[in-house]
């Protein structure tokens, strides 16, 4: 599950970092990343808690980066990192961190992308994925009714990748519902915005 910060989706109620771990857990999710490089967030202040009461409850800690080429600002001890790519900043950030020249080093923990595949190539993909970089495709039919799981992870093999995982769109838009994807519930989906299902 990808999620902004502890809070429901409507905003009125914040979640400590171990209700939002446990919540997690009693839903049945594996693993749970937090936006880390928004600095609103202040996110050395909660991910100490955060990592622990996950570890508590049986749910992968992780990051999420809405600016790739942050990704090197991944802590030591989390279990994954994730880069989001929507655009040339991000690829070239990203990039960047791949080939030594962003402000730090790759993390050693598992690495994905979370994409549109926004300005994505084949020949750009090759880095990312000699890198180790999963890729989790952006299956957001609120958004788009066309960006089915079964078309992003066609999208994703024609790129390169051997496989993809669809993130669902799980938030409302306007004044519609989040749209149903009962029809993947047994592919291995991820939800964003993890707010709207704690």
């Avoid at 905003?11 to 171990?18: A, C, I, K, N, Y």
């Avoid at 279990?79 to 960047?96: C, K, M, R």
């Avoid at 979370?114 to 999963?134: M, V």
């Avoid at 993130?167 to 991820?190: K, L, Q």
Wanted: aromatic share 14%; proline share 9%.
């Amino acid at each position: 599950m990808l999620a902004w910060i502890f809070e429901n989706g409507d905003g009125s109620q914040q979640l400590s970092p171990e209700e939002c771990a446990r919540r997690a857990a009693l839903e049945g999710y594996e693993w749970l990343a937090l936006e880390y490089d928004d600095p609103r967030f202040q996110p050395g202040t909660w991910y100490p808690q955060f990592h622990y009461h996950c570890g508590l409850h049986g749910v992968l800690p992780g990051v999420w980066f809405t600016e790739a080429g942050n990704i090197y600002k991944t802590p030591g001890d989390a279990a994954f990192a994730i880069a989001e790519v929507e655009g040339p900043g991000d690829l070239d950030g990203l990039t960047n961190v791949i080939n030594g020249a962003g402000g730090g080093p790759l993390p050693a923990c598992s690495l994905a992308i979370c994409t549109n595949f926004s300005t994505l190539t084949r020949e750009n993909c090759k880095p990312l994925i000699q890198a180790g970089f999963a890729c989790l495709t952006e299956a957001y039919m609120n958004e788009s009714p066309g960006m089915t799981p079964d078309a992003m992870d066609a999208n994703a093999r024609w790129l390169g990748w051997p496989t993809s995982q669809p993130v669902f769109g799980v938030y409302p838009t306007a004044s519609d519902p989040s749209p149903n994807y009962d029809a993947w519930a047994d592919w291995p989906g991820v939800d964003y915005l993890g707010e709207f299902v704690l």
